[in-house]
């Protein structure tokens, strides 16, 4: 849950994905201004996504925070603005104590709130998903929540033995779906089984159960729903899943999605179930600049020929084409330089 070792800068799905969700708050906007938002969220040391939401959305009003004290020292230093507060409390904390927290952090006449759970240990995912549930229960119409888990199968096994035999595939399957099961409980989806624990079943049981702990806590007779504006699943090394949505008026559930023209956004989820594979390999400088040069006009097959290679590491070029189109503006640039 912490983000005290992780390179950010080396992720380059992880920058994909926030960017993207970056350009899900901008469209957002054509509903609710949110410059008077307050932002919550981990943010790790970098404050990656605090300098953007500032930057590009103008909000002002920052919270960061995480349950290691070195991290949250790292986070004062690297504040994007002098108002930024990064605070030292655990998740299911900051939910406990919502309002309190906004209220230390000078945040009360914030008009909303986006908040964003980042996490990243899969043994914890039941109370990942209870925390999820807390957190709407506190919210309101109008207000924003992205969550991000672990969705990476192989991490859903006990560590084994050194010198253990190698287990047959299907023990291995059923050993995961166990663990999940025990771990998530009463959110586990009916029907999963040990053939959903695979890199597409299991981000789906996922967000199944985020789904029904999102029903639990704004029940269908209730006057607002949440609902899932853009669903997501990437691997920088370990896959993860990540949920954004807003809290919103049943009756003016349509109106607000025509708002946001959802249809014509490529990373746009209609249901819980609409999971979108981002595919974002490592490109050279020139492969990115002839990608860029070429992606909106020329077919994929001339620009996979003048390439003239078909997988860039354990990636399809024409799979990554596909997915690339939509999101090449996003696209990292890392620059190598020397002192």
Same mark, same amino acid.
């Not at 504040?79 to 209220?103: K, M, T, W, Y």
């Not at 590491?313 to 090449?328: K, M, P, Q, T």
């Given at each position: 849950?912490?983000?005290?070792?992780?390179?950010?800068?080396?992720?380059?799905?992880?920058?994909? *994905?926030?960017?993207?969700?970056? @350009?899900?708050?901008?469209?957002?906007?054509?509903?609710?201004? #949110?410059? =008077?938002?307050?932002?919550?969220? !981990?943010?790790?040391?970098?404050?990656?996504?605090?300098?953007?939401?500032?930057?590009? +959305?103008?909000?002002?009003?920052?919270?960061?925070?995480?349950?290691?004290?070195?991290?949250?020292?790292?986070?004062?230093?690297?504040?994007?603005?002098?108002?930024?507060?990064?605070?030292?409390?655990?998740?299911?904390?900051?939910?406990?104590?919502?309002?309190?927290?906004?209220?230390?952090?000078?945040?009360?006449?914030?008009?909303?709130?986006?908040?964003? #759970?980042?996490?990243?240990?899969?043994? &914890?995912?039941?109370?990942?998903?209870? $925390?999820? &549930?807390?957190?709407?229960?506190? #919210?309101?119409?109008? @207000?924003?929540?992205?969550?991000?888990?672990?969705?990476?199968? =192989?991490?859903?096994?006990?560590?084994?033995?050194?010198?253990?035999?190698? +287990?047959?595939?299907? $023990?291995? !399957?059923?050993? &995961?779906?166990? =663990?999940?099961?025990?771990?998530?409980?009463?959110?586990?989806?009916?029907?999963?089984?040990?053939?959903? !624990?695979?890199?597409?079943?299991?981000?789906?049981?996922?967000?199944?159960?985020?789904?029904?702990?999102?029903?639990?806590? #704004?029940?269908?007779?209730?006057?607002?729903?949440?609902?899932?504006?853009?669903?997501?699943?990437?691997?920088?090394? &370990?896959?993860?899943?990540?949920?954004?949505?807003?809290?919103?008026?049943?009756? *003016?559930?349509?109106? !607000?999605?025509?708002?946001?023209?959802?249809?014509?956004?490529?990373?746009?989820?209609?249901?819980?179930?609409e999971i979108h594979n981002l595919v974002v390999p490592a490109l050279t400088g020139r492969e990115r600049l002839f990608l860029e040069r070429g992606i909106t006009s020329r077919p994929t097959q001339d620009l996979i020929a003048e390439l003239g290679f078909e997988t860039?590491?354990?990636?399809?070029?024409?799979?990554?084409?596909?997915?690339?189109? =939509?999101?090449?503006?996003?696209?990292?640039?890392?620059?190598?330089?020397?002192?």
């Amino acid at each position: 849950m912490s983000g005290q070792s992780l390179p950010y800068h080396l992720r380059p799905h992880k920058t994909v *994905d926030r960017r993207l969700f970056l @350009d899900l708050l901008a469209r957002f906007e054509r509903w609710i201004p #949110l410059n =008077n938002y307050a932002y919550v969220s !981990m943010g790790a040391y970098p404050l990656e996504d605090h300098k953007l939401v500032h930057r590009l +959305i103008g909000i002002t009003k920052l919270i960061a925070f995480d349950m290691e004290s070195d991290v949250v020292a790292r986070q004062k230093f690297n504040r994007p603005i002098d108002a930024c507060h990064c605070i030292h409390r655990e998740a299911g904390d900051l939910i406990s104590n919502f309002d309190q927290v906004l209220s230390e952090c000078n945040c009360t006449d914030a008009t909303g709130v986006v908040v964003w #759970l980042d996490y990243t240990d899969p043994r &914890q995912i039941g109370r990942q998903i209870r $925390e999820f &549930q807390a957190l709407l229960d506190k #919210l309101k119409a109008g @207000d924003i929540v992205r969550v991000t888990v672990n969705a990476h199968p =192989n991490d859903l096994l006990d560590p084994q033995l050194p010198g253990s035999k190698p +287990i047959l595939a299907t $023990e291995k !399957m059923e050993k &995961q779906f166990l =663990n999940l099961k025990s771990r998530i409980g009463e959110f586990l989806p009916s029907g999963t089984a040990a053939a959903n !624990m695979t890199p597409h079943g299991l981000p789906a049981v996922l967000a199944e159960s985020f789904s029904s702990a999102a029903l639990k806590a #704004l029940p269908v007779g209730g006057d607002t729903t949440f609902c899932p504006l853009s669903v997501v699943r990437y691997a920088d090394g &370990q896959q993860m899943l990540s949920i954004t949505g807003t809290i919103v008026a049943r009756a *003016d559930v349509d109106t !607000m999605l025509d708002r946001l023209d959802m249809i014509d956004w490529p990373f746009g989820s209609a249901s819980w179930s609409e999971i979108h594979n981002l595919v974002v390999p490592a490109l050279t400088g020139r492969e990115r600049l002839f990608l860029e040069r070429g992606i909106t006009s020329r077919p994929t097959q001339d620009l996979i020929a003048e390439l003239g290679f078909e997988t860039a590491g354990d990636v399809g070029i024409e799979d990554f084409l596909a997915s690339y189109r =939509n999101y090449y503006r996003f696209y990292p640039t890392i620059l190598s330089a020397e002192f």
